[in-house]
C-alpha cells in the first residue's frame, strides 16, 4: 500500500514541476514583440533600439517596449510634443532620442521630464522657435543636444540646468538674436553657435568664443 501511495505523489509532483517550470519560461518576455507597425525593433550597436523613420506618425508611438534605450523618429510628422509625452508611453529609459526633419513647432516646458537616462537628443531640422532652458532639469546624464537648423529665435528662462555629464549644445544655423546672460553658466562643455564655437571652462568661470557671422551678441 505505501508503495502504491509513494508512487501516486511522484507520479504528481513530475507534472507540478514542468507547470512551475513551463510557466517561468513563458513569463520571459521579449521586448521586440512589443513594436507597433511602422517601427523595426532590435539591437543596434548593443543597445535595444526602435528605428521608426518615415513612417507616419504625427505623435510619439504608443506600444513600445519600456527597454528601449534607443528611439529613431527621423521623418515622421509630430508638431508638438506635450509634457510628459515620452514617460506617458512608457519610454522612460531612453538614452538617444533622434527627431530630425520631424516638423516639430511647439516644445513644451516638461516633454522630456523623468528620462533620466537620456544622454543624446537631436531635434535638428526643425521648426522650433523658442525654447525653455530649464525644460532639460531632470535629464541630468544628457551630454549632447543638437538644435541645428530650426529657426529658433529665443531661449528662455534664466540658464540651462547644471547638467554635469554635459559636453556638446549645437545651435548652428538658428536665428538666436540675444542670448541670456547667463544662459551658458551652468554648461562645463562645447557650445556651437552659428560657425562660432563657444569652449566654457565653468571652474574658473572663464569663457573662450570662437569667431564667425554668428557672434555671441553683447546681452551674454
Given at each position: 500500500?505505501?508503495?502504491?501511495?509513494?508512487?501516486?505523489?511522484?507520479?504528481?509532483?513530475?507534472?507540478?514541476?514542468?507547470?512551475?517550470?513551463?510557466?517561468?519560461?513563458?513569463?520571459?518576455?521579449?521586448?521586440?514583440?512589443?513594436?507597433?507597425?511602422?517601427?523595426?525593433?532590435?539591437?543596434?550597436?548593443?543597445?535595444?533600439?526602435?528605428?521608426?523613420?518615415?513612417?507616419?506618425?504625427?505623435?510619439?508611438?504608443?506600444?513600445?517596449?519600456?527597454?528601449?534605450?534607443?528611439?529613431?523618429?527621423?521623418?515622421?510628422?509630430?508638431?508638438?510634443?506635450?509634457?510628459?509625452?515620452?514617460?506617458?508611453?512608457?519610454?522612460?529609459?531612453?538614452?538617444?532620442?533622434?527627431?530630425?526633419?520631424?516638423?516639430?513647432?511647439?516644445?513644451?516646458?516638461?516633454?522630456?521630464?523623468?528620462?533620466?537616462?537620456?544622454?543624446?537628443?537631436?531635434?535638428?531640422?526643425?521648426?522650433?522657435?523658442?525654447?525653455?532652458?530649464?525644460?532639460?532639469?531632470?535629464?541630468?546624464?544628457?551630454?549632447?543636444l543638437q538644435l541645428n537648423g530650426n529657426p529658433l529665435a529665443e531661449l528662455h528662462g534664466i540658464g540651462f540646468p547644471p547638467l554635469h555629464h554635459f559636453q556638446k549644445l549645437s545651435?548652428?544655423?538658428?536665428?538666436?538674436?540675444?542670448?541670456?546672460?547667463?544662459?551658458?553658466?551652468?554648461?562645463?562643455?562645447?557650445?556651437?553657435?552659428?560657425?562660432?564655437?563657444?569652449?566654457?571652462?565653468?571652474?574658473?568661470?572663464?569663457r573662450t568664443f570662437g569667431k564667425g557671422p554668428n557672434e555671441i551678441p553683447n546681452e551674454f
Amino acid at each position: 500500500m505505501w508503495e502504491e501511495v509513494r508512487c501516486s505523489w511522484t507520479s504528481l509532483l513530475v507534472p507540478l514541476y514542468l507547470i512551475a517550470l513551463g510557466g517561468a519560461v513563458g513569463s520571459t518576455t521579449d521586448w521586440t514583440q512589443s513594436c507597433p507597425s511602422g517601427c523595426d525593433c532590435r539591437w543596434i550597436g548593443g543597445k535595444k533600439a526602435a528605428a521608426c523613420r518615415d513612417a507616419g506618425f504625427t505623435s510619439i508611438p504608443i506600444g513600445l517596449s519600456d527597454e528601449v534605450q534607443v528611439l529613431d523618429l527621423r521623418g515622421n510628422s509630430i508638431p508638438t510634443l506635450r509634457n510628459y509625452v515620452f514617460r506617458d508611453a512608457g519610454l522612460v529609459n531612453l538614452n538617444k532620442i533622434k527627431m530630425t526633419n520631424c516638423g516639430i513647432e511647439r516644445l513644451e516646458r516638461h516633454a522630456f521630464a523623468e528620462l533620466k537616462l537620456l544622454v543624446e537628443l537631436d531635434m535638428s531640422e526643425n521648426r522650433i522657435r523658442e525654447l525653455t532652458m530649464e525644460s532639460f532639469d531632470t535629464n541630468a546624464r544628457l551630454r549632447e543636444l543638437q538644435l541645428n537648423g530650426n529657426p529658433l529665435a529665443e531661449l528662455h528662462g534664466i540658464g540651462f540646468p547644471p547638467l554635469h555629464h554635459f559636453q556638446k549644445l549645437s545651435l548652428r544655423n538658428c536665428s538666436l538674436s540675444t542670448i541670456p546672460r547667463h544662459a551658458f553658466e551652468q554648461l562645463n562643455g562645447l557650445v556651437e553657435l552659428g560657425e562660432s564655437t563657444i569652449y566654457i571652462f565653468i571652474p574658473n568661470r572663464t569663457r573662450t568664443f570662437g569667431k564667425g557671422p554668428n557672434e555671441i551678441p553683447n546681452e551674454f
